[in-house]
């Protein structure tokens, strides 16, 4: 991934746009065209990080947040003064998610062909988390592929009944190529080659059994291996819990037949990444005659099958969607982020004006130690605090946070959700979390609208939860600005209700 990157000559503003147009005013500092920097950040967090950075040094520079009004930035979208603004700075810092689709087309209407841009994504790298599902979370409908993290008390029961239904293998359509642009796309996301991935899945589908019918209500499965039919009754056996090296978690469900001569596999196991009831989708699933220890060994070769009324062609879409990678954009609420991005901020401020290159490294040497140092006491406070877990009835941004000091989370949605209406089932899961962990607070992020917070607290045994709210920065305004906000303010503040929620 390339960390920073210069912008080429590009594409002109028509003249009727330049003239009828405007800078937007810069929070700080004093325009002079012929000699200042002119720095342009989308969010709150960059402006203030370049404001540390540039110290004395804030009067020479024209600096804009184009974030300013409290707009999240999930739902902006830039005026044709903020495309005017980005034209011709010098220095663009945004955060490079889902949210900032709008910046590609902005930076072809770069006028400043020395143009420096700063991708916070980018610069993180492998640093970067996808967003993820936890138990109880609302679903956004085509997004939801199951939990690799979740708790062992998160883990229910199942019936074969979830997998009712007519289901065929996958791997013809990998030797016939139909899923030729899953592998491609895979080996575009992760470390392999897409020929690497197709070697590994090659292994993974490889199988003879061709179709499973599976009847819930009578339990029964119906293996068709090279045309021939073996059928037998099954009963539920239970669940075993796996820790991969990954890091990641997941949950095979077990399954046995008491017929030994139907010439049907004695021991099944079932993965489809679900770890409560509920339809699935499509599975892996492990079989044989030599128990369930065995089978629980195997973790190279894992037969996958889809609905058997689906074509080669929609698997594949099914297949390519769930690629699809949902980058959490929130990685400002990182101290340790914070560190890494300050720095190459300064570095590129040293770049572009060499002659107080000095001012900028000492500036941000002593602005990375205030960063360490809170980084610190976050992390005190943590390992001193009985409770380990936080509970969010609203959005969750802070995965980056959490993870630096190895918390456990849940919330009503994902940090990049559309979702504002919770269901039902979401609503008693939180409730009922919080009863079975004693948890104290209920968090939410700044808003006006904490409805869902008292709807959970309502609903659980006690009924007498403070609810707190986190401040992600994803609404500080210019007048929050003026008022003395900093970044480091506020995350002095979410550390002081942090402490909080986990006594």
Same mark, same amino acid.
């Given at each position: 991934m390339k960390k920073l990157i210069t912008i080429l000559p590009a594409l002109a503003l028509t003249g009727g746009l330049l003239?009828?147009?405007?800078?937007?005013?810069?929070?700080?500092?004093?325009?002079?065209?012929?000699?200042?920097?002119?720095?342009?950040?989308?969010?709150?967090?960059?402006?203030?990080?370049?404001?540390?950075?540039l110290g004395n040094r804030m009067e020479n520079v024209s600096l804009t947040m184009l974030l300013d009004s409290g707009v999240d930035l999930h739902s902006y979208q830039p005026t044709a003064d903020d495309i005017v603004s980005i034209s011709d700075c010098d220095l663009f810092i945004y955060v490079g998610g889902e949210s900032d689709g709008w910046v590609d087309d902005a930076l072809k209407e770069a006028t400043n062909p020395n143009m420096r841009v700063?991708?916070?994504?980018?610069?993180?790298?492998?640093?970067?988390?996808?967003?993820e599902a936890k138990p109880g979370m609302q679903a956004e409908e085509g997004h939801h592929h199951g939990y690799s993290h979740f708790s062992d008390s998160d883990v229910r029961d199942r019936t074969l009944s979830d997998w009712t239904g007519s289901w065929q293998s996958v791997y013809p359509f990998l030797e016939d190529g139909t899923l030729d642009e899953v592998m491609k796309r895979k080996g575009e996301n992760g470390k392999k080659t897409?020929?690497?991935?197709?070697?590994?899945?090659?292994?993974?589908y490889q199988t003879d059994v061709e179709?499973?019918?599976?009847?819930?209500?009578?339990?029964?499965?119906?293996?068709?291996?090279?045309?021939?039919?073996?059928?037998?009754?099954?009963?539920?056996?239970?669940?075993?819990?796996?820790?991969?090296?990954?890091?990641?978690?997941?949950?095979?469900?077990?399954?046995?037949?008491?017929?030994?001569?139907?010439?049907?596999?004695?021991?099944?196991?079932?993965?489809?990444?679900?770890?409560?009831?509920?339809?699935?989708?499509?599975?892996?699933?492990?079989s044989g005659n030599d128990g369930f220890d065995a089978l629980s060994q195997e973790m190279e070769h894992w037969p996958t099958y889809y609905p058997a009324d689906l074509t080669g062609d929609e698997i594949r879409e099914e297949m390519l969607e769930h690629e699809e990678k949902e980058y959490d954009e929130h990685v400002w609420l990182s101290l340790k982020?914070?560190?890494?991005?300050?720095?190459a901020i300064a570095a590129q401020l040293e770049e572009l004006d060499p002659e107080h290159r000095d001012i900028y490294s000492t500036n941000v040497s002593a602005y990375v130690e205030k960063l360490?140092?809170?980084?610190?006491?976050? /992390? =005190?406070?943590?390992?001193?605090?009985?409770?380990?877990?936080? #509970?969010?009835?609203? $959005?969750?941004?802070?995965?980056?946070?959490?993870?630096?000091?190895?918390?456990?989370?849940?919330?009503?949605?994902?940090?990049?959700?559309?979702?504002?209406?919770?269901?039902f089932e979401t609503v008693s899961f939180l409730a009922n979390k919080i009863d079975e962990l004693e948890l104290p607070c209920v968090l939410t992020i700044e808003g006006n609208h904490h409805r869902l917070a008292e709807t959970i607290v309502e609903n659980t045994r006690d009924k007498n939860q403070k609810i707190l709210t986190l401040?992600?920065?994803?609404?500080?305004?210019?007048?929050?600005?003026? /008022? =003395?906000?900093?970044?480091?303010?506020?995350?002095?503040?979410? #550390?002081?209700?942090? $402490?909080?929620?986990?006594e």
């Open positions: 003239a009828g147009c405007g800078k937007i005013a810069a929070l700080d500092g004093k325009k002079d065209d012929s000699r200042q920097l002119s720095i342009v950040t989308t969010i709150f967090p960059e402006y203030d990080w370049v404001r540390e950075i700063i991708n916070l994504l980018d610069v993180l790298g492998d640093g970067v988390k996808t967003e897409a020929e690497e991935y197709r070697k590994y899945y090659e292994t993974g179709s499973i019918v599976i009847d819930g209500g009578a339990g029964t499965m119906e293996f068709v291996k090279n045309g021939v039919s073996s059928k037998a009754v099954y009963q539920y056996k239970g669940y075993q819990i796996y820790d991969y090296a990954s890091g990641s978690r997941g949950v095979r469900y077990f399954f046995e037949t008491a017929d030994e001569d139907s010439g049907a596999p004695r021991y099944v196991q079932f993965s489809d990444h679900g770890i409560e009831p509920g339809k699935a989708g499509h599975f892996h699933i492990y982020n914070a560190e890494i991005l300050c720095k360490a140092k809170l980084d610190g006491r976050y /992390k =005190g406070t943590v390992e001193k605090a009985s409770g380990k877990t936080v #509970l969010f009835a609203d $959005r969750f941004p802070f995965r980056y946070m959490v993870d630096d000091y190895g918390l456990d989370y849940y919330a009503a949605f994902a940090g990049c959700s559309a979702e504002s209406e919770a269901s401040d992600s920065m994803q609404g500080t305004t210019a007048e929050d600005v003026k /008022k =003395g906000v900093t970044y480091l303010s506020v995350m002095e503040q979410n #550390l002081n209700l942090l $402490r909080e929620s986990l």
